[in-house]
């Protein structure tokens, strides 16, 4: 087994490490590296080697480690905090293609070549960005609307979906259109192409095209091999790549599209024709003036949970806030943070619920446009 060995690590790469890990067949061993005497090596599948947990080490590995987590589980997460409803009927796929911000007419039912899936958002009038969800065109049979029309399955936070459909059901007026929750379909995470393609709609994560699989399923459960208790991988998945979902990480009204990285997540199309919310959309990207955004951050001291939605972020001049923290889970999180303090690396403090002030480090994903990214 090839070894990444983290020399002396500090107790913050230990818990990111046990915690991202837990339940893979991985070991943590004493060992000498390199000649220093080395207080644990994680033995994985992977050619990596690194010779210092520095802090600098904890920020770069984080990607590395959750990726080569999920790969190791392989286990499938379904996700609870998800549910789905259908949009069916003759005018179901021009009518949501005037609501939502990506394109929907290009998806093929889950099965055929072409895509299957596309991250979309609902905005308000305002441009301001209200509902997040992946939209799915399900495999032929399985529609609960009309089967003689493109029927569609949008699936978004659960608490949030009767709030959704109320609000795309404002724009229906004449349209024939028909929107239907689906009690019995479950979203789920998975790796296995096998485990998608039994699926009633889905496909590869329509965010970040990575290796990892979006499934709607309305009968596949442990007896396939699902492991449900661990929303918490997903979670830890989604923090270390920057991905925020839901209402609790995207404040409905307030969060700006672009700010979210909806054009990096190929949320948005700036190609198709009028949609609600548009206009603001589009002159935000053609101008390219973006003052800020969503990033991924590590938290390098000991301590977990203690960073609250909503706390500033103070630079080192202690002028105005860098930005707000919008989650946290463990050493990862995620913030909206002012690009010229990432430029400039600034020193980044926070104040935890307990009054002590912790530093933490947001980083580019790996995900952003190159071209963009190189210019913080």
Same mark, same amino acid.
């Not at 590869?204 to 709607?216: A, E, N, Y």
């Given at each position: 087994?090839?070894?990444?060995?983290?020399?002396?690590?500090?107790?913050? *790469?230990?818990?990111?490490?046990?915690?991202?890990?837990?339940?893979?067949?991985?070991?943590?061993?004493?060992?000498?590296?390199?000649?220093?005497?080395?207080?644990?090596?994680?033995?994985? &599948?992977?050619?990596?080697?690194?010779?210092?947990?520095?802090?600098?080490?904890?920020?770069?590995?984080?990607?590395?480690?959750?990726?080569?987590?999920?790969?190791?589980?392989?286990?499938?997460?379904?996700?609870?905090?998800?549910?789905?409803?259908?949009?069916?009927?003759?005018?179901?796929?021009?009518?949501?293609?005037?609501?939502?911000?990506?394109?929907?007419?290009?998806?093929?039912?889950?099965?055929?070549?072409?895509?299957?899936?596309?991250?979309?958002?609902?905005?308000?009038?305002?441009?301001?960005?209200?509902? &997040?969800?992946?939209?799915?065109?399900?495999?032929?049979?399985?529609?609960?609307?009309?089967?003689?029309?493109?029927?569609?399955?949008?699936?978004?936070?659960?608490?949030?979906?009767?709030?959704?459909?109320?609000?795309?059901?404002?724009?229906?007026?004449?349209?024939?259109?028909?929107?239907?929750?689906?009690?019995?379909?479950?979203?789920?995470?998975?790796?296995?192409?096998?485990?998608?393609?039994?699926? !009633?709609?889905?496909?590869? &994560?329509?965010?970040?095209?990575? /290796?990892?699989?979006?499934?709607?399923?309305?009968?596949?459960? !442990?007896?396939?091999?699902?492991?449900?208790?661990?929303?918490?991988?997903?979670?830890?998945?989604?923090?270390?790549?920057?991905?925020?979902?839901?209402?609790?990480?995207?404040?409905?009204?307030?969060?700006?599209?672009?700010?979210?990285?909806?054009?990096?997540?190929?949320?948005?199309?700036?190609?198709?024709?009028?949609?609600?919310?548009?206009?603001?959309?589009?002159?935000?990207?053609?101008?390219?003036?973006?003052?800020?955004?969503? *990033?991924?951050?590590?938290?390098?001291? !000991?301590?977990?949970?203690?960073?609250?939605?909503?706390?500033?972020?103070?630079?080192?001049?202690?002028?105005?806030?860098?930005? /707000?923290?919008?989650?946290?889970?463990?050493?990862?999180?995620?913030? *909206?943070?002012?690009?010229?303090?990432?430029?400039?690396?600034?020193?980044?403090?926070?104040? /935890?619920?307990?009054?002590?002030?912790?530093?933490?480090?947001?980083?580019?994903?790996?995900?952003? &446009? !190159?071209?963009?990214?190189?210019?913080?």
């Amino acid at each position: 087994m090839k070894t990444l060995t983290c020399p002396s690590p500090t107790p913050a *790469m230990a818990a990111l490490c046990t915690r991202v890990l837990r339940g893979a067949a991985v070991a943590l061993t004493p060992a000498r590296v390199r000649g220093v005497s080395s207080s644990a090596v994680l033995a994985v &599948d992977k050619d990596t080697s690194v010779s210092s947990c520095t802090t600098k080490l904890l920020r770069g590995l984080v990607d590395d480690l959750l990726d080569l987590s999920t790969e190791l589980q392989q286990h499938h997460c379904r996700l609870d905090h998800r549910a789905v409803f259908a949009v069916g009927g003759r005018d179901a796929e021009k009518w949501l293609q005037g609501l939502l911000s990506n394109n929907v007419l290009n998806l093929t039912p889950h099965g055929e070549q072409g895509a299957t899936s596309a991250y979309a958002f609902a905005f308000n009038p305002q441009g301001r960005l209200l509902y &997040d969800s992946v939209v799915y065109r399900p495999k032929a049979g399985a529609e609960r609307i009309d089967g003689d029309h493109a029927e569609f399955w949008l699936d978004c936070d659960a608490e949030a979906m009767p709030e959704f459909i109320a609000h795309l059901k404002k724009f229906k007026l004449r349209a024939k259109v028909k929107l239907e929750p689906l009690s019995d379909a479950q979203v789920w995470s998975s790796k296995d192409a096998d485990f998608a393609a039994n699926g !009633e709609a889905g496909g590869p &994560d329509p965010r970040v095209r990575k /290796t990892v699989h979006r499934v709607i399923s309305c009968g596949q459960d !442990e007896d396939q091999g699902a492991k449900v208790d661990d929303t918490e991988l997903y979670t830890l998945w989604r923090y270390s790549l920057g991905i925020a979902e839901g209402p609790a990480e995207l404040p409905p009204g307030k969060a700006l599209p672009l700010e979210c990285n909806g054009d990096f997540l190929h949320g948005v199309s700036f190609e198709k024709g009028c949609y609600v919310g548009q206009e603001l959309t589009a002159r935000t990207h053609h101008t390219g003036v973006i003052r800020k955004r969503l *990033m991924p951050f590590v938290v390098a001291e !000991e301590g977990e949970d203690r960073l609250l939605p909503g706390t500033k972020l103070v630079p080192e001049n202690g002028k105005r806030s860098a930005g /707000t923290i919008r989650a946290q889970l463990g050493c990862l999180g995620l913030a *909206m943070v002012r690009l010229q303090h990432v430029k400039n690396g600034d020193t980044l403090t926070a104040e /935890t619920d307990d009054g002590s002030v912790v530093q933490i480090y947001p980083r580019v994903p790996s995900w952003w &446009d !190159e071209d963009w990214a190189s210019n913080i």
